[in-house]
């Protein structure tokens, strides 16, 4: 009886302890799943080149820190680039230009004579005419020579002007920092106000280096006619990068660089310094590594032409694209060189509205560095 009755009492405190505690087992609810909605800080929204949508089971994690807050991409996806498939294809922007700089259309694909490293190639893509192009406004906003830079950034509502609807374009601004201040959009009263931001700068150190390194890395993926329009002076005190460095990364790019620098309209009124005169080299050599053009006026009123010619220069760029004989993957840097060549093989002679050659001009960039393994 005793151990009867030890039973049931055990069973009664096991039913009591049940009821006390609501340990009956149940299904998760939404209370249980966590927090819900936005989060409370998603980073900036920017747009960014389309990519190639990874493989299934394939990590995305960045191997590396990240340098800026990501957002959610705002694509518009209709009119996006997207990446090339052709990994062994080089593809090379070049422009004829006259004595004035005014470039020269009309040409063909048999009048271009490609080689790498001496080397003659086969022209497999050829590509000519007006194309829409992707172009950002990379703006010095350091308080050092602000009112020269000022009036240089006025005159950028100018090449907003000269732009076409199916353009896109970009404003990033850099001091010690690099901030994006409209990302590329084909809405031109975005353009307008994120150059309407530039108003007081608050640092007087300038990353030029920095700045266009990570302009260029942006737009990398970016198909078609692309370039970078740096408004700055041209000096650099803070980057984290070396003068050689970014003439790497610029050489390695197929993105078209146009520096226009205010260095002449402050040497007007101030003179000539050493450290203008190396200003002024550097933006020399980053427009030609890149296959652009640097530009120094001396007056405001140069500003709206020269913004003019390069919109010109860029919808009658010749799209040259070619597969390397040489096939090796050692990393190394390999020059280019294009010559302009008429049916028989020859130098071509282009003649002017008067029947007189014309001293051209073949701008492209200089090289690439082909794929390491």
Known sequence: MKDHFAVRYLTLAILAGTLLTGASPRAAGPQDQGPSGPKSDVGETVLVPKKTAPAPGTSTAPTTAPTEKKGPEKINPSEVFTLTTSTNLVNVDVLVVDPNGNPIAGLGKANFKLYDEGVPQAVSNFATGEAPMTVCLLVEFSNKHWIFLYKA??????????????????????DMNTQI??????????VTGALDQLRIPGFSEINLYDAISFTLDRMKDIQGRKA???????????????????????????TVIYPVSILEWVSVRYGEGINA??????????????????????????MPGIYQQIATQMRTQYSLGFVPTNSAHDGKFRKLKIELVDAQGNPLKIPDQKGKPIKYRVVSREGYYSPKS
């Open 153 to 174: 950034v006025q005159y950028g509502y100018e090449f907003v002007r000269v732009i076409e609807p199916k353009d896109w374009v970009a404003v990033v601004s850099f």
């Open 277 to 302: 005169l190396q200003a002024r080299n550097t933006l020399n050599y980053i427009a030609k590594y890149s296959g652009g053009q640097a530009y120094f006026p001396r007056f405001e009123g140069d």
């Open 181 to 190: 201040l409209t990302d590329f959009t084909q809405n031109r009263y975005e």
């Open 228 to 254: 970078i329009v740096v408004i700055c002076t041209g000096f650099d005190t803070f980057s984290k990068l070396t003068y050689d460095q970014i003439l790497k990364i610029v050489r390695n790019s197929d």
